[in-house]
């Protein structure tokens, strides 16, 4: 079992950065996998980010390519997502996500946080 917490979210101007967390809890948690997805009122949930189990293989949406950056911390069970130059249509409410697989779709996934609120506007 798997236990996910997000943090980190906030209001935030345009152009402004953010750094999310997502700390998991759990014995096998360095085996897995972990996401970002987010999802905008009233949108479907989209893929932001993934990182392999290693940490060495990094995958990112078309929207965040260049602007946003996935790491892990296996010595933290974390998870992080550095947000830079975000957008008003970068608002949305942020889920990490851990699967033994790596996936840029939302279905399927083992384990899900409850997200993270991020708001960006002037």
């Known amino acids: 079992q798997v236990q996910l917490v997000e943090s980190g979210g906030g209001l935030v101007q345009p152009g402004d950065s953010l750094r999310l967390s997502c700390e998991g809890s759990g014995r096998s948690f360095g085996a897995y996998a972990m996401h970002w997805f987010r999802q905008a009122p009233g949108k479907e949930r989209d893929f932001v980010a993934a990182i392999t189990w290693s940490g060495e293989s990094t995958y990112y949406g078309d929207s965040v390519k260049d602007r946003f950056t996935i790491s892990r911390d296996k010595s933290k069970n974390t998870v992080y997502l550095e947000m830079k130059n975000l957008k008003p249509e970068d608002t949305a409410v942020y889920y990490c996500?851990?699967?033994?697989?790596?996936?840029?779709?939302?279905?399927?996934?083992?384990?899900w946080g409850q997200g993270t609120q991020v708001t960006v506007s002037s």
């Open positions: 996500a851990a699967d033994g697989l790596l996936r840029v779709h939302d279905s399927g996934l083992e384990y």
